[in-house]
């Protein structure tokens, strides 16, 4: 799920320079709660340093579009309240 509390991300960031993480790494980011799938299922973008990666096998590459940026903010709002539905209608 997207914290709704980071800043949506812009084009040209670079999160600290670095372009692409390993898939490992991005894993343990994952796991500690520092970065955040665009949904509970949609597992091949993440939100991770306020930007938006996108995952091509054993790499995240960071998302530096502007239209898929805001592609990607919409579509995890819209999925934010879909996965708070579904899980609400679970209980």
């Known amino acids: 799920m997207i914290d709704s509390t980071l800043p949506a991300a812009t084009a040209g960031s670079?999160?600290?320079?670095?372009r692409?993480?390993?898939?490992?790494?991005?894993t343990d980011a994952l796991a500690s709660g520092r970065a955040q799938y665009l949904s509970a299922t949609i597992r091949d973008f993440v939100r991770y340093k306020g930007a938006w990666w996108l995952l091509d096998r054993d790499l995240?590459?960071?998302?530096?579009?502007?239209?898929?940026i805001a592609s990607l903010d919409a579509a995890a709002e819209t999925m934010r309240?879909?996965?708070?539905?579904?899980?609400?209608?679970a209980r």
């Open 14 to 18: 670079t999160s600290g320079g670095v």
């Open 20 to 26: 692409e993480i390993k898939a490992t790494a991005m």
């Open 60 to 68: 995240w590459f960071l998302a530096d579009d502007e239209e898929l």
């Open 81 to 89: 309240m879909l996965d708070a539905n579904v899980k609400r209608k």
